[in-house]
């Protein structure tokens, strides 16, 4: 079965770490351009950050709000995506979902179920 | 960054009745490629987003044939022929065409 399976999310304070993973099965993780998308309650999607293949060069970006405090990577050996997240803020509470483009260009066809990450004194 | 903007925010239909909504983008989502990398989302209460429609117009594999994308440049459009229950959810365009990859508010569509 194809899936991604996020994991990690949990309750941290203000200023505290955090790292999610997202595993992959059932497709070639090594050949995708991975995502993470995360939505705060009762709004809308935001894009997070993303990592392309090793072999397209496996570079990174990130939105603005996360620049300087959030860091995607991967492990291909073990089709996993990471979220180290530091600094983190109240308004960083979401559910951060990984999210891939497998067989369409330009829209992602494979969400994980998500993982909540609540920041919180 | 291209700001997406939706409408209308809310949908109250018809069960079996058409439903429609637009997404604007602020700049045009057309790549050199021709390709406008526009994609519409559902995400049904308490589940992940899923992928309807792909590049404007393209249905993905196990998406109903009462689902279907238009649109060009800058204005988009998802159209629901008929809409069943199931339908219900919030809808979102998406566009990958330039990083970072934006959404639009989401639509409510609810039944009357």
């Known amino acids: 079965e194809v899936q991604l399976v996020e994991s990690g999310g949990g309750l941290v304070k203000p200023g505290g770490s955090l790292r999610l993973s997202c595993a992959g099965s059932g497709f070639t993780f090594s050949n995708d351009w991975m995502n993470w998308v995360r939505q705060a309650p009762g709004k809308g999607l935001e894009w997070v950050a993303r990592?392309?293949?090793?072999?397209?060069?496996?570079?990174?970006d990130y939105a603005a709000p996360v620049k300087g405090r959030f860091t995607i990577s991967r492990d291909d050996s073990k089709s996993t995506l990471y979220l180290q997240m530091n600094g983190l803020k109240t308004e960083d509470t979401a559910v951060y979902y990984c999210?891939?483009?497998?067989?369409?260009?330009?829209?992602?066809?494979?969400w994980g179920q998500g993982t909540l990450v609540t920041v919180s004194s | 960054e291209i700001v997406m903007t939706q409408t209308p925010l809310s949908s109250p239909v018809t069960l079996g009745q058409p439903a429609s909504i637009s997404c604007r983008s602020s700049q045009s989502l057309v790549r050199s490629n021709g390709d406008a990398y526009l994609s519409w989302l559902l995400q049904r209460p308490g589940q992940p987003p899923r992928l309807l429609i792909y590049k404007a117009s393209n249905r993905f594999s196990g998406v109903p044939d009462r689902f279907s994308g238009s649109g060009a440049g800058t204005d988009f459009t998802l159209n629901i022929s008929r809409v069943e229950a199931e339908d219900v959810g919030v809808y979102y365009c998406m566009q990958a065409t330039q990083s970072p990859s934006t959404f639009g508010q989401g639509t409510k569509l609810e039944i009357k």
């Open positions: 999210a891939t483009s497998d067989t369409t260009p330009g829209a992602f066809d494979l």
């Open positions: 990592i392309i293949s090793r072999t397209a060069g496996g570079t990174t």
